[in-house]
């Protein structure tokens, strides 16, 4: 049975932190691979910042240097507000023998059970928590059945995330190093963000 592990989200941009957190799952889980799935719409955050092509070209630069890394662009063609339950349903008709891992950010697992149709998630897959910095995370305090479905796996704690790559820019400030080199590339020559 093929371990494939699941990042999902908006990827607005894409950086180092989503790839270290996808090497550590992958690592400490002995996934085969890590499929990367930019959200449509993600159901908990703003708009995107850029267009669905640009946050998918992002990813795709990304993610290219890794042989275990694939793209996968199935929630944007399928449009609409992004909920994991749906991805996964299709993707287990579709790869009906393969074991999925959806991997998140520990403050994301404490609001697992707000997830939509995570009743039916957690007998269709495994959550992976990554620790990240500055979050607090109290499995003990999710319902059993919840409990059961989620692992947890360390990795270098790096604080970077989207949002604090959007505000840097926008305050005028380098982002070169939070994210790969190639997104960094993308992102000037495109202006993405406003970068100059």
Do not use: C
Not at 93 to 98: D, E, G, N, Q
Not at 105 to 115: E, R
């Amino acid at each position: 049975m093929k371990k494939i592990g699941i990042m999902g989200g908006a990827f607005d941009p894409i950086h180092l932190g989503h790839l270290l957190a996808a090497e550590a799952a992958r690592e400490q889980y002995g996934l085969e691979e890590v499929w990367f799935m930019p959200s449509h719409t993600p159901p908990h955050k703003h708009e995107a910042g850029v267009s669905a092509k640009e946050r998918l070209r992002m990813v795709e630069l990304a993610t290219s240097s890794n042989a275990s890394f694939k793209t996968l662009d199935i929630e944007l063609k399928r449009g609409g507000i992004s909920y994991t339950i749906d991805t996964i349903t299709e993707l287990k008709s579709m790869y009906p023998t393969f074991d999925f891992h959806f991997i998140i950010g520990a403050d994301m697992v404490n609001y697992l059970p707000k997830w939509q149709g995570i009743n039916e998630l957690v007998g269709m897959l495994t959550f992976i928590g990554l620790q990240r910095p500055g979050s607090f995370l109290e499995l003990d305090l999710l319902p059993a059945h919840i409990q059961r479905a989620v692992k947890l796996a360390d990795m270098p704690l790096v604080d970077i995330s989207s949002s604090l790559i959007r505000r840097q820019i926008v305050a005028g400030q380098s982002v070169r190093y939070m994210v790969p080199e190639s997104v960094y590339e993308y992102m000037i020559r495109g202006g993405l963000y406003g970068i100059h």
